[in-house]
């Protein structure tokens, strides 16, 4: 029993990342509805920022809140710069436009941090969590930190003004331009937020993946197979999902015989694949239907 | 001096000069001209493909005309972006409804105000106390417009499980939250019951009149347009046939042609 609850309490820690970059995921997908293959690199390159900052003497918390704000402005700039000449593209201009953005990045962070692996500080320490064996203070931080984002990402979207504009332009942009939002902005905006978030779960991440360009390859995917879990269309299922992948993830890596490590990435795809074919739309995603 | 006529005398709230719009080679508008007073409901008739809607758009800013001009208080508007038409007090409806239908009613009325605030993300985040006090007369403003448009009861439930003549109300009270001078309703009738209409043309009578709003009605419902509109412009084939009190249009020979064909035809 105490290993079956050491591994849910594991799951929901990793899945608190999953969470994060799910949310980041869908919140470019509610913006310009298409995935952002690059999210990963982008919350990669943030975490170096974070990592040369404290080689430095930034403390931790300081390269913290920096790099969020680094993230934030180089989300809008991104979007300014590569995605708003390519708004009206098609698609496979965008995807193309996607996987030039990843090489770019990864190429980059190797040139610059090289391609070598690098120890990660935690702010939270490794001991255990209130001397339990079953979590370590670390993957308690993480929780803790998901859960602050998440409740203040809600109060922002639930009760701002702006929160309100970038639900509409989200809905229906057209009707949303003649309120009077400008909804150009929005997508930038949400461009800008997606890239601070990943940049917290790669953050939070790097302790226990370590710092390296292709860090975030993995836990791109499970963010992928989270919101598709959860639905493309609601950030609510997106952040569930996470959770819920978390804990399956190291469920079936303990109870299900010759699942290893090696064997937990492929668990991933397979969800993603058995998730668009039996439920297409997600837990809690909206069933498109495009009058014709 | 009737409002009417003290309309008449003052110069044009919005006036529409010699517009032109063309989709490849169908000219969906050609050289349409007229003024809109303050204080009037000016109806917009035609029978379908004249060029009602197409003008409509343009008046949002959803097509450019290819030329002439569209002055609202002297001033062009075809510079603006769509997002900037609000704020000079251009509000409108559309004929399906294009409400945001995942939110609330509360959140669809509230989003309507947008271009009479203002604020940025960073004080927007931190709850500063401007931005408190000015989301407090957001939400007076838009209680206020629940009630006078008879919302209340539904104002948390999500928009697309109402019914559509409760949408409709809902977009017109989105529309009013934006203070606007000038409200486009675009085939508010359409869709609505023999008592419905009925109720709804003493609605828009009523904003006009409370509200000082002035209004820009395209509608095929004929009785609701000739009870309440002060003016009436009848396209046809993307040209002005006929304008003039409903009376007039209503005898205007061309008019009849237009809708039910002559006899040489």
Known sequence: ???????VLAGIATGAIYACMALAVVMIYQA??????????????????????????????GAFVLTLAFSFAGGIVIERVLFKPLAKAPILTQ?????????????????????????????FGSTPFLGSQLISTHQAGMIGITVLLLIGLYVFFQYTRIGLAMRAAA???????????????????????????GSIAGMLIAPVVFLEPNMMGGVLIYGFAAAVLGGLTSPFGAVLGGFLVGIFENLA???????????????????????????????????????? | MTQAQLARSSDPLLAVRDVNVVFGGIVALA?????????????????????KTTLFNCLSRLYQPSAGDILMEGRSILSRPPHRIAEIGI???????????????????????????SSDIISDSLRLAWVRRSESAVNTKVQEILAYLDLESVAHRTVSGLPFGTQKRVELARALAADPKILLLDEPAGGLNHEEVYVLGDLIRRIRDDRKITVLLVEHHMGLVMSIADHVVALNFGRKLAEGTPAQVQADPDVIKAYLGSKDQ
């Open chain 1, 1 to 7: 029993m105490e290993l079956f609850t050491n591994q």
């Open chain 2, 91 to 117: 509000g409108r409806t559309f004929q399906n409804v294009a409400l945001f239908p995942n939110l609330s009613v509360l959140d669809n009325v509230r989003v309507g105000t947008h271009a009479r605030t």
């Open chain 1, 32 to 61: 310009i509805d298409h995935l952002n293959f690059a999210q990963g690199e982008m919350a990669m390159f943030s975490t170096f920022v974070s990592w040369q900052l404290m080689q430095w003497g930034v403390p931790y918390w």
């Open chain 1, 95 to 123: 995807v193309a436009g996607f996987i030039a953005l990843f090489s770019i990045i990864n190429s980059c962070a190797g040139l610059i941090w090289d391609f070598t692996i690098k120890q990660y500080p935690t702010p």
């Open chain 1, 253 to 292: 890596g303990t109870y299900i015989p010759h699942v290893g490590n090696e064997m937990k990435l492929p668990i991933a795809l397979a969800l993603i694949i058995t998730v668009l074919v039996v439920k297409p739309a997600g837990l809690f995603g909206r069933n498109i239907v495009k009058r014709v």
């Open chain 2, 31 to 51: 050289g349409v001209s007229f003024d809109m007073h303050q204080g009037q409901i000016l109806g917009l008739i035609g029978p379908n493909g004249a060029g």
């Open chain 1, 171 to 197: 809905s229906v942009p057209e009707s949303a331009r003649l309120v009077g939002i400008n909804t150009s902005w929005m997508i930038a905006l949400g461009w800008g937020m997606a890239a601070a978030i």
